[in-house]
């Protein structure tokens, strides 16, 4: 009992002296993963997201303005798992997209945010792509692109891509 009064009473006496920490708790990802102060925190409104969302779509598919897109609503700690992208982090992301996007025309079909049971928002892009090279239909993609959000901030990716068949094959309406 002793050492343990004697223990408490030294980190007393010691506390002003101990560099200052502050535990970030993990549920403040909005700071943890670095977002932009042109977005909101956690405290966003549907309305809001929906509306961020809309802005981020139409920036970085109808007008392909990949950095300005990202660097206004992405968290720079930026979690990607799309298989078509190497690295994760909005500056890798970035030089990467600019790489490819130049090279295709991305015809944004629908853009939507949603919500999972445990209350995490998600955007949603349905993308025709079409490489600028290609005649008639080959060559392109349906992409969709799921994002989580935290209050209007980008924060996690993914993304599933497929080849567009031969037209007449199969549904005359798959995928758009």
Same mark, same amino acid.
């Given at each position: ?49 929906? +509306? ?28 990607? =798992? ?7 982090? #909005?500056?890798?992301?970035? +030089? ?14 629908? +853009? ?42 980008? #924060?996690? =990716? ?19």
């Amino acid at each position: 009992m002793y050492l343990q009064s004697l223990t408490t009473t030294l980190l007393l006496l010691l506390s002003p002296l101990l560099p200052a920490t502050a535990a970030t708790p993990i549920s403040d990802e909005y700071t943890l993963l670095n977002c932009p102060n042109t977005t909101t925190a956690a405290t966003a409104t549907p309305a809001e997201q929906l +509306a961020a969302w809309t802005e981020f779509t139409a920036l970085m598919y109808t007008e392909q303005r990949i950095a300005t897109a990202l660097a206004k609503y992405v968290a720079g700690k930026y979690i990607n =798992h799309s298989p078509l992208v190497a690295a994760t982090g #909005v500056n890798e992301t970035v +030089a990467e997209l600019s790489a490819v996007v130049p090279d295709v025309d991305s015809q944004l079909q629908r +853009a939507f945010v949603g919500w999972d049971a445990a209350g995490n928002t998600f955007g949603v892009a349905h993308t025709k792509v079409i490489p600028r090279d290609a005649t008639g239909e080959a060559g392109e993609k349906a992409l969709v692109d799921i994002i989580r959000m935290v209050g209007t901030c980008m #924060v996690e =990716h993914w993304d599933v891509e497929q080849e567009v068949g031969e037209a007449g094959s199969g549904n005359p309406i798959a995928f758009f």
